[in-house]
């Protein structure tokens, strides 16, 4: 079954702190991996998209890394800001019938000050 | 407009009614996606949009639900006699390209409260 997990559920940190954010899929056959940030009451935003040659990915703070070999993705929050409080959703594209995304549920991030 | 725009942003409906959602995708994409996200979830694949012609509509939970975009731009959601499993919110996105292949563009979502 297509599946994308991610981890941990919620995270707490303190503003100026480097986060990590896993995900693990269990999608075939891959076709590309994209991170999505969604802030409360919005829709998600994209953040990164990778294939599966691709080992890592920058957008400013966040970089998203793939091992498309163990099937995993993480995505690094460097110096976080109090805006970067959100949801940060893995989302894996699955080539068959053409529309197969997979969203995992997301890890909720919570930065203080 | 700049971006993709849904309409009415917040719903609320007694249970049995018909609800009719609008999605307004940024002008010239190919594709369009409606979601359905639960609180506290990701968002699910409902159906999908090539232009006018729906492609996929494995995601539709019941005969229910049913999508339309007649002109290959705004598309509709429509959900008749609603049910309160129906609450959430749903979500629309375009893309330029076929689906999967670019970057998706997200609406605010609609969320609908069924009483």
């Known amino acids: 079954k297509n599946q994308v997990e991610q981890s941990p559920q919620s995270l707490i940190i303190l503003e100026g702190k480097n986060c990590t954010l896993q995900?693990?899929?269990?999608?075939?056959?891959?076709?590309?991996l994209r991170w999505y940030k969604q802030d409360t009451g919005r829709g998600p935003v994209s953040l990164t998209i990778m294939t599966f040659s691709e080992n890592t990915k920058s957008n400013g703070r966040y970089t998203a890394t793939l091992d498309a070999d163990t099937k995993q993705s993480s995505l690094h929050i460097t110096a976080s800001q109090l805006s970067d409080s959100a949801s940060y959703i893995c989302?894996?594209?699955?080539?068959?019938?053409?529309?197969?995304?997979?969203f995992g549920k997301g890890t909720t991030l919570s930065v203080s000050s | 407009g700049a971006g993709v725009s849904q309409s009415p942003r917040y719903k609320v409906a007694k249970r049995g009614q018909d609800v009719a959602l609008r999605c307004d995708p940024i002008?010239?994409?190919?594709?369009l996606f409606w979601y359905q996200q639960a609180l506290g979830q990701g968002p699910e694949f409902l159906t999908y949009f090539q232009n006018e012609a729906q492609l996929d509509k494995s995601g539709l939970p019941s005969d229910r639900f049913f999508a339309e975009r007649p002109e290959g731009s705004v598309s509709t959601l429509k959900i008749q006699r609603t049910q309160q499993e129906d609450s959430a919110v749903y979500l629309c996105?375009?893309?330029?390209?076929?689906?999967?292949?670019?970057?998706?563009?997200f609406g605010p979502g609609t969320r609908l409260t069924v009483l």
């Open positions: 995900c693990n899929y269990t999608v075939s056959p891959f076709s590309n």
């Open positions: 996105a375009s893309s330029l390209e076929l689906a999967g292949e670019d970057t998706q563009y």
């Open positions: 002008s010239g994409h190919v594709s």
């Open positions: 989302v894996v594209f699955a080539e068959e019938a053409g529309t197969a995304l997979i």
